[in-house]
C-alpha cells in the first residue's frame, strides 16, 4: 500500500510503542508485507525464517522483536509484537469504510457498463467501459476492473487475504492479518459463476490481459496471473502464487503458494503443483511431473500385481 504523503518514523514509533534503532529522519512512503516491499516500505517481521530475508529486502523501515545490527540506510522499529504493530498501523491508514448502498458513491462506472441487479459494487471501486456483471457479483472497496470485462453471477471480487498469525497462547488463536492491497482485473478478462478472488495484503492481485476464468475457481492474495491464462473449473491458486501468460490449468487443478507456473504449461486435471514448472511443457499428477513421463510411472505401478505374482511363482 502507497501511503497518500511520506510519514516519520518518529511518527511511527511513537504510535506503536516502538524504539528506533538507525536512521530516526527516515520517512516511510508505503506499507508491505515482506513478499511485496519496496523502497521506503514499512515491514514486520517477527520469526527466525525471515529475519535476514527482512533485513536484506528492499524495505527501508522494519519492526522486529530480535536485537540485531541496523544495516545501513535503514531503520529498526524495535517491538515485542511486531505483528500487531504493523496491523496497527495498516488498521489506521486503511480503515474499515462501511457500505449504505448497492452501488457506492465514490464509485467509477464506464461508458457503456452495465450492471444487472442485485450487483454490489463498494468504496473506490473503478470499473471500465463496455463490461457486463451479472447478479449477484460483490466487488469489494478498492477493486480496479477494466474494459470489456465480463463477471459472472455470484462472484466475490476483491475480499480479505486469507492471512493469520497463529498463537498457541491465547482462547483466540489466530490473528488476522490486515489486508490493505488491491485486486487489478485487466482488459478483456472473463470470470465465472461463483468465482473468488482475493486482494493482496499490501500489494496487488493481479488478473492479467485477456485470461478466462471457469466456474468455482479461487484466487489467493497476491496472485498475478499473466495474460490470456485459461483455468478451468474448481482450480485453487495459493497466495503470492505467480501464473506467466498463456497457462492453461484445467478442471481442479491446485497450486501452492510461493511459486510460478511458467509461460505456456499445461497442467492436466486434477493435479497438484507445489513447486515451480517451467514453461512449454505438459504436466500431470500430484506433486506433477511432465506428463508422458507421469503416464510411464502409471502403467508401472499398474503392473505390480503381474510382477509380483511371476515372483511368488518363482
Not at 55 to 60: E, I
Not at 68 to 74: H, L, Q, S, Y
Not at 96 to 117: R, S, V
Not at 156 to 165: I, R, S
Request: charged letters at 25%.
Amino acid at each position: 500500500m502507497i501511503l497518500k504523503e511520506p510519514l516519520p518514523v518518529k511518527w511511527i514509533a511513537e504510535f506503536t510503542g516502538a524504539t528506533i534503532k538507525g536512521d530516526a529522519m527516515q520517512m516511510a512512503t508505503g506499507i508491505n508485507e515482506i513478499h511485496k516491499v519496496t523502497k521506503g516500505d514499512v515491514t514486520f517481521v517477527d520469526i527466525e525464517k525471515y529475519y535476514n530475508v527482512s533485513l536484506n529486502s528492499a524495505a527501508t523501515i522494519i519492526f522486529i522483536n530480535k536485537e540485531v545490527d541496523c544495516p545501513p540506510g535503514k531503520t529498526l522499529l524495535m517491538h515485542d509484537d511486531p505483528f500487531t504493530a504493523y496491523v496497527k498501523l495498516v488498521k489506521h491508514f486503511f480503515p474499515f469504510e462501511p457500505a449504505n448502498k448497492m452501488i457506492a458513491d465514490t464509485a467509477i462506472i464506464g461508458e457503456g457498463t452495465h450492471l444487472q441487479p442485485n450487483v454490489f459494487v463498494g468504496n473506490h471501486v473503478r470499473i471500465g467501459r463496455n463490461c457486463i456483471i451479472h447478479p449477484g457479483v460483490v466487488i469489494y472497496d478498492g477493486a480496479i476492473i477494466g474494459d470489456n470485462v465480463i463477471i459472472q453471477g455470484n462472484s466475490v471480487l476483491g475480499g480479505d487475504a486469507f492471512y493469520f498469525k497463529t498463537r498457541r497462547d491465547r482462547e483466540v488463536q489466530h490473528d488476522k492479518l490486515e489486508s490493505c492491497g488491491r485486486l487489478i482485473i485487466e482488459d478483456d478478462v472473463e470470470i465465472g459463476a461463483c468465482c473468488t478472488i482475493d486482494r493482496g495484503v499490501s500489494g496487488d492481485t493481479i488478473i492479467g490481459k485477456g485470461t478466462k476464468l471457469d466456474n468455482h475457481i479461487h484466487i489467493g492474495h497476491g496472485a498475478v496471473i499473466g495474460k490470456n491464462c485459461l483455468f478451468v473449473a474448481q482450480v485453487g491458486i495459493g497466495g503470492k502464487a505467480i501464473i506467466e501468460d498463456e497457462v492453461m490449468l484445467w478442471g481442479q487443478v491446485g497450486v501452492s503458494k510461493d511459486l510460478t507456473v511458467g509461460k505456456g504449461a499445461i497442467v492436466y486435471a486434477q493435479s497438484g503443483v507445489a513447486s515451480s514448472i517451467e514453461g512449454g511443457k505438459i504436466y500431470f499428477g500430484s506433486p506433477v511431473m511432465e506428463a508422458r513421463e507421469k503416464m510411464k510411472e502409471l502403467n508401472w505401478i499398474r503392473r505390480i500385481p503381474e510382477i509380483w505374482e511371476k515372483i511368488t511363482k518363482g
